[in-house]
């Protein structure tokens, strides 16, 4: 059975930092890239971040560029993402996926359940 199971969401600060996990089971984690979205109520999906599957390549929306860091641990099937300098604005469910490096929802066939982070002012 596929699973993408992330964790680390909750509240924090103006300022703050958290670090996600998303962590991976069931398929060849080192074929696909993997990449991590957000939903606020009431606004449109957002792509974030994505890594590439084995050559470590990222991307970064610029919203989250210069605060947010994604790395991946293949030996562990992990992705992880580093939110430093966290705004309100940031609120939102955060979700990882795993498919083609892209920042298109359309372009992952995995995703996880979502953890939730709150940025409070």
């Known amino acids: 059975e596929v699973q993408l199971v992330e964790s680390g969401g909750g509240l924090v600060q103006a300022g703050g930092s958290l670090r996600l996990s998303c962590a991976a089971s069931?398929?060849?984690?080192?074929?696909?890239?993997i990449g991590w979205f957000r939903q606020a109520p009431g606004k449109e999906w957002e792509g974030l971040s994505c890594?590439?599957?084995?050559?470590?390549?990222?991307y970064y929306t610029d919203s989250v560029k210069g605060r947010f860091a994604i790395s991946r641990d293949n030996a562990r099937n992990t992705v992880y993402l580093q939110m430093n300098s966290l705004k309100p604005d940031d609120t939102a469910i955060y979700y990882c996926?795993?498919?083609?490096?892209?920042?298109?929802?359309?372009?992952?066939?995995?995703w996880g359940q979502g953890t939730q982070v709150t940025v409070s002012s």
């Open positions: 890594i590439s599957s084995s050559d470590g390549i990222t």
């Open positions: 069931g398929f060849t984690f080192d074929d696909y890239a």
């Open positions: 996926a795993a498919g083609l490096y892209s920042n298109s929802t359309n372009a992952y066939n995995y």
